[in-house]
């Protein structure tokens, strides 16, 4: 595809359930992001990955969070025993190599809704 | 603390006008800065990047300029349309870190 996919676009859970929110980057980017972002607010950095290892992860929120990127390609992000304060929207984003000035290509990203 | 704050929160002008949005960064050592267009329930699209020695950069009806000196940039958009309805982010990097630091954005709604 051209561009960042993510799916589902939507997913409504109830507090305590499993989540998997996967995200495919552009072709050949190496560098993918994982952010979250609530209503009104600029994104928030989660996880970075650049191929199949997290560089840095220093912005997952607690160990109810987990990141994988097997093959260096499709990412998914899970949530284990979710809670309300989780539902925001969770972006993906990918860029050719990682550096400052590398523009970061983002996906629609998922509405993630805790009940 | 690197930080980026812009204003105004949100602005509602009618479609044809032109309107200014306003961002001041505390980023060191700063890299570059981007302006970031967010249409509702989409993710954020590159509109424009500066570096340091850049003051000025366009694209189409948007004109991104940058006071490296101040720490201020603002993002001008010329005669509105209906389709500029979306938030307007400003996103400032620190050299060789692919963190980006964000602002909150300015929300901005043209009206008929």
């Known amino acids: 595809g051209a561009g960042v996919s993510q799916t589902p676009s939507n997913k409504v859970t109830e507090k305590g359930k499993y989540v998997e929110l996967r995200c495919d980057p552009i072709s050949g980017h190496t560098a993918l992001y994982w952010y979250r972002q609530s209503l009104g607010q600029g994104p928030e950095f989660l996880i970075y990955f650049q191929g199949t290892g997290a560089a840095d992860d220093s912005g997952l929120p607690n160990d109810r969070f987990f990141a994988v990127r097997p093959e260096g390609s499709v990412s998914t992000l899970k949530i284990q025993r979710t809670e309300r304060g989780d539902s925001a929207v969770y972006l993906c984003?990918?860029?050719?190599?990682?550096?400052?000035?590398?523009?970061?290509?983002f996906g629609p990203g998922t509405r993630l809704t805790v009940l | 603390k690197n930080q980026v704050e812009q204003s105004p929160q949100s602005l509602i002008i009618l479609e044809g006008k032109n309107c200014t949005l306003q961002?001041?960064?505390?980023?060191?050592?700063?890299?570059?800065l981007r302006w970031y267009k967010q249409d509702t329930g989409r993710g954020p699209v590159s509109l424009t990047i500066?570096?340091?020695s850049e003051n000025t950069k366009s694209n189409g009806r948007y004109t991104a300029t940058l006071d490296a000196d101040t720490k201020q940039s603002s993002l001008h958009i010329t005669a509105s349309q209906l389709s500029d309805s979306a938030s307007y982010i400003c996103?400032?990097?620190?050299?060789?870190?692919?963190?980006?630091?964000w602002g909150a954005g300015t929300k901005l709604i043209i009206k008929p």
């Open positions: 500066m570096t340091f």
């Open positions: 984003a990918s860029s050719l190599r990682q550096g400052a000035r590398d523009t970061q290509y």
């Open positions: 961002c001041n960064y505390t980023v060191s050592p700063f890299s570059n």
């Open positions: 996103v400032v990097s620190a050299n060789s870190n692919y963190q980006l630091i």
